[in-house]
């Protein structure tokens, strides 16, 4: 008996597309599509929660900054502005009726060619969105995961873009993840050229030492959101901040250790390379800030609410 996997576009609903919400069903790219075969489109990660004043797009206007700024470094031209996705992501969320939500805006390179060069082709535009739990899974969350460092190092700036979010840079990370999986680990710690503490495959990485945070500068890593957003709330509640470089043995002698992600959220680790971290337990540091975050993306602390955007009709209600 054969059993047919659920997939992602099997789901009902929409994916915005070059200005317009087709079925998600009708969302694809062609086979001779030039990202298709060397990755070179671009993508974001954005998240959407439930407040009670209905769902709302977590640093909105961040994400679709960082989104253009990935499509210029990639030499991508669009012909959607800041304002224009911005509205589309929230289109996507209404159009669905999504509460909790994963957004995934996606521009690639079509078919008009297939050699490496790029400067012809024609830019297609989708912005697809679905339902997605705790991307390391709602245990981790509450008990941390054990993660592994990898063989492969993180890309560095001799060789790609680090700050922007092209799709080839990713199989760096997809090698990577595979790799601690195969291990036994759930996600990996990539380091840097020169042997310091990168970034995971999809997440920022921060250690807890004597009460302060740790986390590497932003040169060579993805500059996450989420990596800013605990920078912030950690200095608002008076937690010391430290960007600077990290050694191997910094990370196996820390209090305590969490990721962070857009798909992440704040998600402890209790575990590196079979060494355990502090007391294997998610730390209260650690705890603090993941309880933070979540105030703050669920729109529950007012003090961050400017980082929410909601749809135009919740908006009038708010007012
Ligand atoms: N590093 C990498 C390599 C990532 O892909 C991501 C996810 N975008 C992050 C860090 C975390 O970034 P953010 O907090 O903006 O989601």
Redo the contacts with the bound molecule.
Sequence with gaps: MTTTKQKLSDQKGYVWCDGKLIDCQDANVHVLSHSLHYGSGVFE?VRAYKTKAGPAIFRLADHTRRLLNSAKVANISVSFDQEQLETAQLEVIMANKFDNAYIRPLIVLDDTALGIDTSNHGVQVFIAGFPWGAYLGEDGLEKGIKVGVSSYRRINPNSSMCHA?ICGNYIN?VLAKREAINNGFAEALLLDAEGYVA??????IFLVRDNRLITPPAEN??D????QTIITLARDQGIEVNICRISRDDLYAADEAFF????AEVTPITVIDHRTIGDGKRGLVTKKLQDEYFACVYGRNVNYNHWLTWPQTQQKQLA
């Design positions: 990660g979010k990370s970034e995971g495959t999809g997440e920022n890593i993805l996450g959101i989420t990596r962070t992600g857009t798909a």
